[in-house]
């Protein structure tokens, strides 16, 4: 059974940091590309970074610069580190991973407000 286990968001003001992590479990996670979504409310989801097996990333170009994709696979967990976070970035974030439609984590909440 595959699960994924947001942890680590929470109410930060602007230019604040948060890191996020993403627990897997049932897969093999290495071989996996693990993926960053967000979800602000009245908007469809979004991509926000990506980190292949071999560990090349992507990033949409709003985090560019400001957001870290970093992965251990030895701990099977995905982060994302957050610094200068806006308002903007308000989301409900969940990782993916192999691009699954199935595997989805429960999300953790991120609030960026002074």
């Known amino acids: 059974q595959v699960q994924l286990v947001e942890s680590g968001g929470g109410l930060v003001q602007p230019g604040g940091s948060l890191r996020l992590s993403c627990a897997a479990s049932?897969?093999?996670?290495?071989?996996?590309?693990m993926a960053w979504f967000r979800q602000a409310p009245g908007k469809q989801r979004e991509l926000v970074a990506d980190i292949s097996s071999s560990g090349s990333t992507n990033y949409i170009d709003s985090v560019k610069g400001r957001f870290t994709i970093s992965r251990d696979n030895g701990k099977k967990t995905v982060y994302l580190q957050m610094n200068s976070l806006k308002p903007e970035d308000t989301a409900v974030y969940c990782c993916?991973?192999?691009?699954?439609?199935?595997?989805w984590g429960q999300g953790t909440q991120v609030t960026v407000s002074s």
């Open positions: 049932g897969i093999n996670f290495s071989r996996y590309t």
């Open positions: 993916n991973a192999g691009w699954s439609v199935n595997y």
